[in-house]
Structure formats: structure tokens, C-alpha cells
């Protein structure tokens, strides 16, 4: 298997600094030759190594069916590896699954709720499954109520809640146990834009106050951009890049020109890669990706080599790059796939 295209932040830590045997002990999570295989034609993670340090926010990106899910489902006791082996802080998510449940916190991609409870029975509940005694349960119980403002809904239905209240609820489920680690999965899918700045206002918080390590994975590129301290980006169920949200970014360019159009692309992109000032092409299923030293200057020429070669453009553009051209450089897809 190929290694992962690593790109550290020189205010971060480097490759070499996690990989230190001495630093081990201060990574969250470790996970070396991952594989899970759930049948002969169904490989979804296929031999993963990745290091996260304490009190760090990690983005897992990837397409649809890359294996984030199973990433998160083997990290959190869920699902047994196939192959490899897992450690989150500290304890081998097999052979110590107990300790590692003590120890996290998990918010699922599905929203997993009886909507007969209210809210502060949903909490109540799941302290008393983690052998929370009472007086402890009450305390909790009010203290996350209040810090996901549902203070005034406790005692309502689940039922009743909207989508960002649920999202809110099972944070606040998550954080009963007082976790170390917490997994996210798409915690904001299916969220209107206020209940997602929202939900991760809270999030930031949470890794302020507590000194949490998160690890979440979403499909809004600008979520990870903004929140991550480090991104890895998964296909094909290996992580095909990795590092700071800057450090990625950066490696893409001045400016993107991203162009949508129909005819004979192929002859067009060849031409394109022969230009000087063109760093990178990235052919994706709808739209051209070029990485250039200076976009508005350069839109002229492209769309006349357009003409010359066959190939009609519909709509051209540029802008800086971003955390979504690197997704699309390295999974050659569209950021959602359908």
C-alpha cells in the first residue's frame, strides 16, 4: 500500500514528533494496519496507520462508502478489525473494549433516540447504564441541559424536538459519561446552517473547557476547514492524505480556476497540463480543477484554448482554494456523492 501524502503545520507537530515512541503516550488514538473486511468483494478499511495527539480536534473526510463509519465503529468497540490493531488511550479496542467504552463518548451518523422519553430521560437512562449513581446523574443531567439550552424542553417528548434539539440531545448523551475521547460521525447532517454553527459553538467549547479529543467526520468541507487541527482524507478505505487544514490547502496553489463544460476534455486537460503556469490539473466527473499562479490573469488564455481544442465551457471560475479542492484532488469526486 502506498503512503499517505503527509503535510504537517510548522506551528503543529511533526510526522516524526508523533511517530516518537516517547510520544505514544500522549496520542489518543493509534491504529496500525487497520483492515476490516466484511466479505470477499467488501474490503472497507484496507490497512490504516494513523496517530492522533491529545486535545486536538481530527477530521475524517472521504466519499460515500470510503469507510469513515467503519473507521469510527472499530475505534469505538462497535465492530472487531479484521486485521491490525487499535488503541485509544491506551487500551486495545478488542482486548480491552471495556476500558476504552469508559473512556468515549459517541454521537452516530443516524439519530438514535426513543421519542416516547423526554429528554431528561434519555440522559437519565444512559448515565444509569454507565452504574452512574444518582445524586451524580442529577448533577450532570442539569449541567448539560443547560450548557445544550434545552433546559426549557427536558420534560418534553423526544417526539416533539426538532432536528437540531435531537443533535443537541445526543451531544449532551454523548458527554454523560464525562468522556476523554469523543467521536462525532456527520454530527450536523441533515442540520439548517443556524443549528450547525450551533452544535459546533458547542463543540468548541467542549475542547476549551474540558480538554476533550474529538474526532468527527462530515461532508460540509468548510465544518472541517474551520474546526479540524488536522484532517485525513480516506478512499478506498486508505487515508490518502494528511495534515493541517492549512498545510493542505496551501500545497494546492495560488488560485482555482474550476471550469464546467462538454466536448472533447481529454485533449483539452492535456493541453492545459503543458501550460507553465498551470501546477495542477484534477479532472473530476463534472468539472476541470486547475491550480494556477494567478486565476484572473489566466481566464482569457484557458478559454481560448478551449475553443481551439474542441471543447465547449459552460460556466468558468476562480477563486482560492480550499479544504474542497483538496477532497476533490485526492478522491477525484464530487464533494457529495449521490
Same mark, same amino acid.
Given at each position: 500500500m502506498?503512503?499517505? !501524502?503527509?503535510?504537517?503545520?510548522s506551528?503543529?507537530?511533526?510526522?516524526?514528533?508523533i511517530?516518537?515512541?516517547?510520544?505514544?503516550?500522549?496520542?489518543?488514538?493509534?491504529?496500525?494496519?487497520?483492515?476490516?473486511?466484511?466479505?470477499?468483494?467488501?474490503?472497507?478499511?484496507?490497512?490504516?496507520?494513523i @496517530?492522533i495527539?491529545?486535545?486536538i @480536534?481530527?477530521?475524517?473526510?472521504?466519499?460515500?462508502?470510503?469507510?469513515?463509519?467503519?473507521?469510527?465503529?472499530?475505534?469505538?468497540?462497535?465492530?472487531?478489525?479484521?486485521?491490525?490493531?487499535?488503541?485509544v488511550?491506551?487500551?486495545?479496542?478488542v482486548?480491552?473494549?471495556?476500558?476504552?467504552?469508559k473512556?468515549?463518548?459517541?454521537?452516530?451518523?443516524?439519530m438514535?433516540?426513543?421519542?416516547?422519553?423526554t429528554?431528561?430521560?434519555v440522559?437519565?437512562?444512559?448515565?444509569?447504564?454507565?452504574?452512574?449513581?444518582?445524586?451524580?446523574r442529577r448533577?450532570?443531567?442539569?449541567?448539560?441541559l443547560?450548557?445544550?439550552?434545552?433546559?426549557?424542553?427536558?420534560?418534553?417528548?423526544c417526539a416533539?424536538?426538532s432536528?437540531?434539539?435531537?443533535?443537541?440531545?445526543?451531544?449532551?448523551?454523548?458527554?454523560?459519561?464525562?468522556?476523554?475521547?469523543?467521536?462525532?460521525?456527520?454530527p450536523t447532517?441533515?442540520?439548517?446552517?443556524?443549528?450547525r454553527?450551533?452544535?459546533?459553538?458547542?463543540?468548541?467549547?467542549?475542547?476549551?473547557?474540558?480538554?476533550?479529543?474529538?474526532?468527527? !467526520?462530515?461532508?460540509?468541507?468548510?465544518?472541517?476547514?474551520?474546526?479540524?487541527?488536522r484532517?485525513?482524507?480516506i478512499?478506498?478505505?486508505?487515508?490518502?492524505?494528511?495534515?493541517?487544514?492549512?498545510?493542505?490547502?496551501?500545497?494546492?496553489?495560488?488560485?482555482?480556476?474550476r471550469?464546467?463544460?462538454?466536448?472533447?476534455?481529454?485533449?483539452?486537460v492535456e493541453?492545459?497540463q503543458?501550460l507553465?503556469?498551470?501546477?495542477?490539473?484534477?479532472?473530476?466527473?463534472?468539472?476541470?480543477?486547475?491550480?494556477?499562479?494567478?486565476?484572473?490573469?489566466?481566464?482569457?488564455?484557458?478559454?481560448?484554448?478551449?475553443?481551439t481544442?474542441?471543447?465547449?465551457?459552460?460556466?468558468i471560475?476562480?477563486?482560492?482554494?480550499?479544504?474542497?479542492?483538496?477532497?476533490?484532488?485526492?478522491t477525484?469526486?464530487?464533494?457529495?456523492?449521490k
Amino acid at each position: 500500500m502506498p503512503a499517505p !501524502t503527509l503535510l504537517y503545520s510548522s506551528a503543529g507537530f511533526s510526522y516524526d514528533d508523533i511517530m516518537n515512541e516517547n510520544n505514544h503516550s500522549e496520542s489518543v488514538i493509534i491504529a496500525e494496519g487497520l483492515v476490516k473486511r466484511y466479505s470477499k468483494d467488501v474490503l472497507a478499511v484496507d490497512g490504516v496507520d494513523i @496517530v492522533i495527539p491529545a486535545n486536538i @480536534v481530527y477530521a475524517l473526510l472521504g466519499p460515500n462508502g470510503a469507510g469513515k463509519t467503519t473507521m469510527i465503529s472499530m475505534l469505538t468497540t462497535l465492530i472487531e478489525p479484521t486485521a491490525g490493531s487499535a488503541r485509544v488511550k491506551g487500551f486495545d479496542v478488542v482486548r480491552r473494549a471495556d476500558e476504552v467504552r469508559k473512556r468515549i463518548g459517541v454521537t452516530f451518523q443516524e439519530m438514535i433516540l426513543d421519542e416516547e422519553l423526554t429528554g431528561r430521560q434519555v440522559l437519565d437512562f444512559h448515565g444509569r447504564l454507565y452504574g452512574q449513581p444518582k445524586a451524580k446523574r442529577r448533577a450532570k443531567i442539569a449541567e448539560l441541559l443547560a450548557l445544550v439550552e434545552l433546559e426549557d424542553a427536558a420534560d418534553r417528548r423526544c417526539a416533539t424536538y426538532s432536528g437540531g434539539m435531537k443533535r443537541r440531545l445526543e451531544l449532551a448523551r454523548g458527554l454523560m459519561t464525562e468522556p476523554e475521547v469523543l467521536f462525532l460521525d456527520e454530527p450536523t447532517l441533515g442540520l439548517d446552517p443556524q443549528n450547525r454553527v450551533s452544535i459546533w459553538e458547542y463543540v468548541r467549547n467542549l475542547k476549551a473547557d474540558l480538554g476533550l479529543s474529538l474526532l468527527f !467526520t462530515t461532508h460540509y468541507m468548510e465544518e472541517a476547514e474551520q474546526m479540524a487541527d488536522r484532517v485525513g482524507i480516506i478512499d478506498h478505505g486508505r487515508i490518502v492524505v494528511e495534515g493541517s487544514p492549512r498545510a493542505l490547502v496551501d500545497q494546492m496553489g495560488e488560485d482555482t480556476i474550476r471550469i464546467l463544460g462538454r466536448g472533447d476534455s481529454r485533449a483539452f486537460v492535456e493541453t492545459l497540463q503543458a501550460l507553465p503556469f498551470v501546477e495542477t490539473v484534477v479532472e473530476g466527473e463534472s468539472v476541470i480543477q486547475l491550480g494556477v499562479d494567478s486565476g484572473s490573469k489566466r481566464l482569457a488564455e484557458v478559454v481560448t484554448l478551449a475553443n481551439t481544442d474542441g471543447f465547449t465551457i459552460d460556466d468558468i471560475s476562480v477563486a482560492k482554494p480550499s479544504l474542497g479542492d483538496v477532497f476533490l484532488k485526492y478522491t477525484g469526486r464530487q464533494l457529495r456523492d449521490k
